[in-house]
Each structure stands twice: as C-alpha cells, then as structure tokens.
C-alpha cells in the first residue's frame, strides 16, 4: 500500500487499483488571507482550521505517491549583504538671530465684531447728555456727594458740611463663616443689614474724593499653537474697541484694554515671546467676549511656552540698616543700664505686719 500525497487526500491505496476517479482531492493551493482558510481552485472557505482541513477535495484523478512541489522561495535576497546605509549629516538650519526684547512696536488694525461695536456705541449714547460733574470748578463738590469713608451715610450739602464731624470705620469688612464685621472694631454679626447699620468706630472728617487709585481689572488669557501660528485669546467683555491696542514686536506683545463702564479700569498685558514671530501678518479679532491675537512664526518651530518670565527691577533696599541701628540701640541701652541704680519699691503693709 502507497501513501497517496495529492493534497486534502491523506488515504493509502493500492497502485494495482489506481482508477482515474479513485483520488478527491485540491489541485490548487491553500491560502490564508483576513482569518479565512481556504483553498485557490474552490470557493470553500472557513475561519475554523479543522473545518478547512475536512473540505473534501473538487477535483478526482489517480493517486499518487509524488509530493507536489513546494513553492520556490525567492533567490533575491539570498546571501546577498544588506546594502550599505548611507549617512547623511544633519541638515543645519539657520538660526535667526533674536532681535531686541525693546525694538519699537507696530500697532496691529483690529478687525471688531458688529456685536462688540454695537454695544459700546449704544453705551457711549447713554452716557452722552449726563452731567457727568465736567462743567464743576476744578475742586469743586457737587451737592449731594456721599462721603467715601466706610460706614459713614453723611452726604455733602453746602461748604459748612466739611465742618461736620465724620463718625466711620477705618477697617475693612470681613465676612468669614456667616459673621460680618468690620476689622477695627470686632462687632460680630449675621445679619447683613444689621452690619451695615453698625455706626462707625473712629471720627474724623468726611472724605469726598476717592483716593487716587491705580484701576485694573484681572482678564484670563490662554494660548494655543499651530505648525504654523501662535493664537492668543484674551477673554474680556465690554472693552472699548478705540481705545484699546495691541502692539507687536518680532519678540513682544503688548496688549491694552480699556473698560468704560468701569471707570475707564484697564487691563496690561506685556509679554517677551518664546520664539518669532511675522509683525506684518499678524492678525487681531476683537469679540464680543474676547480678543483673538494671530501671531504667525518666523521660525518652524514648537514653543514650548507662550513667553519668558520678566521680573521687575525692584531697588533694593540697604541690607539690615534699621535692624542694625535698632540693635545698638539696645545694646547701647542695656550697656549703660547699671544695676546699683534700681531703687527699693515699697511693697507696702504685710498681713504679719498687721497681726
């Protein structure tokens, strides 16, 4: 008996017997392909091995004891050597040299939104026709003025009411856990309208201009980054779109927002930037709820961060002069204090003495 070796037969058989139509078996090749087994001369295909090792052959002839030939391997790459991997050297890129963080700065013409522009011209005609106290002498008080002392309810009348006793609280209000109360003076309470009863603690005169106070208002900024672009959003409602700027320099930007229905409060912003940037493209959109800057890069780069931290030149004070004068003070003090010149203190009448 002979092993007959045509593939998907696997039975022995007796080469005396050997008729045209005794061998099922593939005449093609198996293949593999997505999870799928199969074979290339029938449309028979499974995603189970077993179940494609059962597939009864499409094709009957005589056995045979020859093994079919395997597939020739490809030659090519047959003890033939890698080829030679060529080294190339660095490509150098030229470094732009950094310009100068004070080289003068170019205003940006911003595009503004109608929305942004409808609201502050409507604002500008509410404000138009108030007597808004310019026609007043310089110093000059207008009449009815509320004293600007904390706690004090006295408004101005005439000039005789600068001679009027001012009763205020010189502290500042506290509101910690439910109590209200006024740092000077410590009268705790959880009643909202009885702490702004409270009568003030301190006297004085009354006060009928604001100290001269620096207005600024806090406005969040974020910034993101394109292969191409550096975008930076400043988030602001209500700023005047005239009166405010942004100025760019290869390495600076310098932003100013001006808010009028704060009292005219502004907003800086003045960064060095981490790389350069293309002045003459770059582009500013003023919203409705923020300030979109376009910065595009001079160089094909990633930042890493948005700009480089500058400290304010603070002049330093003289080291340990005050500490140092008060502490020959001291010792001055206690070097010139002798012990023999304390005196007896009577401690008065003893209660042995009396009995």
């Avoid at 975008?231 to 005239?242: L, S």
Wanted: aromatic share 10%; net charge negative; with cysteine.
């Amino acid at each position: 008996m002979l092993q007959c070796y045509n593939r998907g037969c696997g039975q022995t058989y007796d080469p005396n017997n050997n008729n045209d139509d005794s061998c099922c078996h593939h005449p093609g090749a198996p293949y593999f392909h997505d999870a799928y087994k199969g074979w290339s001369c029938c449309k028979k295909k499974s995603v189970d091995f077993t179940e494609f090792l059962n597939f009864k052959g499409c094709t009957r002839s005589k056995h045979s004891n020859v093994k079919p030939p395997e597939p020739e391997k490809s030659k090519d790459n047959v003890d033939v050597p890698p080829p030679a991997k060529e080294i190339r050297p660095p490509i150098k890129t030229e470094v732009m040299g950094r310009p100068d963080f004070n080289t003068p700065l170019t205003k940006i013409n911003a595009t503004v939104a109608p929305a942004l522009k409808q609201a502050i011209d409507n604002l500008k005609a509410k404000t138009t026709g108030k007597d808004d106290g310019s026609s007043l002498k310089p110093g000059e008080i207008p009449v009815g003025t509320a004293c600007k002392n904390r706690g004090c309810k006295y408004s101005y009348v005439d000039e005789s009411s600068d001679y009027d006793e001012c009763q205020y609280h010189p502290g500042v209000p506290i509101f910690h856990e439910g109590l209200k109360f006024w740092s000077c003076c410590q009268k705790k309470t959880t009643d909202f309208g009885t702490f702004m009863a409270q009568p003030g603690c301190a006297y004085g005169s009354h006060k009928w201009f604001k100290d001269d106070e620096e207005k600024v208002v806090q406005c969040r900024y974020d910034w993101h980054q394109t292969p191409s672009n550096v975008i930076v959003a400043i988030y602001a409602k209500m700023y005047h779109y005239e009166l405010s700027s942004v100025q760019v320099n290869p390495i600076r930007l310098k932003v100013h927002l001006v808010f009028p229905e704060q009292d005219d409060s502004e907003f800086n912003l003045d960064l060095e930037l981490r790389g350069i940037i293309k002045v003459d493209q770059t582009q500013v959109q003023m919203y409705g709820t923020k300030i979109e800057i376009t910065m595009p890069k001079a160089e094909a780069c990633s930042w890493a961060k948005l700009d480089f931290p500058r400290t304010k030149d603070v002049p330093k004070p003289k080291p340990d002069g005050k500490i140092v004068k008060n502490q020959q003070a001291a010792d001055s003090s206690d070097s010139e204090f002798d012990l023999d010149d304390i005196e007896n203190v009577s401690t008065g009448v003893r209660l042995t003495d009396i009995s």
